[in-house]
């Protein structure tokens, strides 16, 4: 079993910069993938990014498209936190993020929403024009 609780999220304007947490609780290793999805109104849960675990490929991370170059996630497993830094945040960024665990993988991690077992509450991010 892994807990998972999300912070961070808020308001802020096109342009700016927000971090998101996510602590982990439940294992004692790290030997896990973590990933953030978001979700906005009307739409699917769409992967962002994802780490796999630290000690396997070096915690070599994974990032969607419309995030590469503007997001960077990392982890610190002396906190078991990971993170999700976003810059050059532009309104359709907007939506509800959420972490999650896939407790089965150490690396290759995928991108569909059934593959993860475990998933924080979330957090709203909202980028106003």
């Known amino acids: 079993q892994v807990q998972l609780v999300e912070s961070g999220g808020g308001l802020v304007q096109a342009g700016g910069s927000l971090r998101l947490s996510c602590a982990a609780s439940?294992?004692?290793?790290?030997?896990?993938?973590l990933a953030w999805f978001r979700q906005a109104p009307g739409k699917e849960r769409e992967f962002v990014a994802a780490?796999?675990?630290?000690?396997?490929?070096?915690?070599?991370?994974y990032y969607a498209d419309s995030v590469k170059g503007r997001f960077m996630t990392f982890r610190d497993n002396a906190k078991n936190t990971v993170y999700l830094q976003m810059n050059s945040l532009k309104p359709e960024d907007t939506a509800v993020y959420y972490c999650?665990?896939?407790?089965?993988?150490?690396?290759?991690?995928?991108?569909?929403?059934?593959?993860?077992?475990?998933w924080g509450q979330g957090t709203q991010v909202t980028v106003s024009s």
């Open positions: 439940g294992r004692t290793d790290s030997s896990y993938v």
């Open positions: 780490i796999t675990a630290i000690g396997w490929s070096g915690g070599s991370t």
């Open positions: 999650a665990a896939d407790v089965r993988r150490t690396v290759l991690p995928a991108r569909i929403r059934a593959a993860y077992d475990y």
